[in-house]
């Protein structure tokens, strides 16, 4: 019996010629591919250029929960950063802090007004009195509240909201067009 | 390492110059991830109401007001001028949003001076009804928008006429 070096074959019969002679091609083809730099670099400049156009420096102060879908808008304003309340089926949060629960604030009667939050919305004046006195407080908040949130909490939130001094309101929307549907 | 020919001006200097790719294909490569990074996928706006009602220092009359009540059945419009406040019913399942922007249309092309938008629902309707008004508002240019209370349910009236 004849010895042979280990490795792998594909056996000896003669159906398997073909199966061998592609297995010694594979076996001396080289592991380094020749990459096109003019295309590669092309290709970056493009994502280069997509990614300019998405590239916002005003920086991402809205809630990025899933339970907090904004309408959908086609001529809202640009965004301008004041203090956030953020409205979902379940909460209500003041500048990342929970202040109330929707469920709660839904079944209380009309003469509940969200006291926890207009003591929130009255300390953040306070605090803008403080550092800021040389500017002119101007009493503007926003709302980002979910599109299915009932009318009633939102109607109580905006009244506490300017029975704590705060009467310019501006809500929230996504622009039409961008973002899932 | 490529090379970028750049026409000749006249002078014996060549203007040939080698380019090192390998700085350059590090820099789009950082350039890419910054981006991805800090790139905005969602655009968010803001639209501006306002829950103080002014006329105006110099006015002392009664500011013109347009009441909407959001209802089940679709809006009803008290217009300024009217004493009794006119429908838009729903176009099927959806709120005519058309009609509406041709009513306030032709309310600010007649009204003199500044018009007052006051706008209000029945508590169980979502939110995005309202967006949707507000938003026809500002695609009319009306500034003075303000949410308020629903002091009593739709009554329904005559159609709107829409100018």
Avoid at chain 1, 152 to 174: E, Q
């Amino acid at each position: 019996m004849t010895v042979k070096t280990p490795g792998r074959r594909a056996g000896s019969g003669s159906a398997l010629r073909q199966v061998k002679r592609n297995m010694a091609a594979k076996a001396s083809r080289s592991l380094s591919a020749s990459l096109n730099l003019t295309s590669m670099v092309d290709f970056m400049s493009v994502i280069v250029i997509f990614l300019l156009m998405n590239f916002s420096a005003s920086g991402d102060f809205t809630y990025n929960q899933s339970d907090i879908v904004p309408p959908d808008s086609a001529y809202g304003a640009e965004l301008v950063r004041v203090p956030v309340i953020a409205i979902s089926a379940t909460e209500i949060i003041f500048e990342q802090t929970r202040v109330e629960s929707s469920r709660a604030v839904l079944a209380e009667t009309e003469e509940y007004t969200l006291p926890r939050l207009v003591e929130a919305l009255k300390k953040e004046q306070e605090a803008f009195k403080d550092i800021r006195k040389d500017q002119v407080f101007d009493g503007k908040i926003l709302i980002q509240a979910d599109e299915g949130v009932p009318y009633k909490l939102i109607r109580r939130v905006f009244l506490a909201a300017a029975k704590a001094g705060y009467p310019n309101i501006s809500y929230i929307v996504r622009l039409k067009g961008t973002g899932a549907p | 390492m490529g090379g970028v020919n750049m026409p000749e001006g006249g002078g014996k200097r060549t203007l040939d110059f080698d380019l090192n790719l390998v700085p350059f294909i590090d820099l789009l490569s950082c350039c890419i991830s910054f981006l991805l990074i800090t790139a905005v996928w969602t655009q968010m706006a803001q639209l501006d109401t306002t829950q103080k009602l002014d006329g105006g220092p110099s006015s002392g009359e009664k500011p013109k007001k347009v009441n909407i009540t959001i209802g089940p059945s679709g809006y009803e419009l008290m217009l300024p001028e009217e004493k009794v406040a006119c429908t838009i019913g729903r176009d099927g399942n959806k709120y005519d949003l058309t009609k509406l922007k041709k009513v306030l249309e032709s309310q600010k092309n007649t009204v003199a001076g500044q018009l007052f938008i006051g706008i209000a629902a029945v508590d169980e309707l979502p939110f995005e009804l309202l967006v949707d008004v507000m938003d026809i508002c500002a695609s009319l240019g009306l500034k003075n928008v303000s949410l308020g209370q629903l002091v009593a349910p739709p009554q329904g009236g005559p159609a709107c006429g829409g100018g």
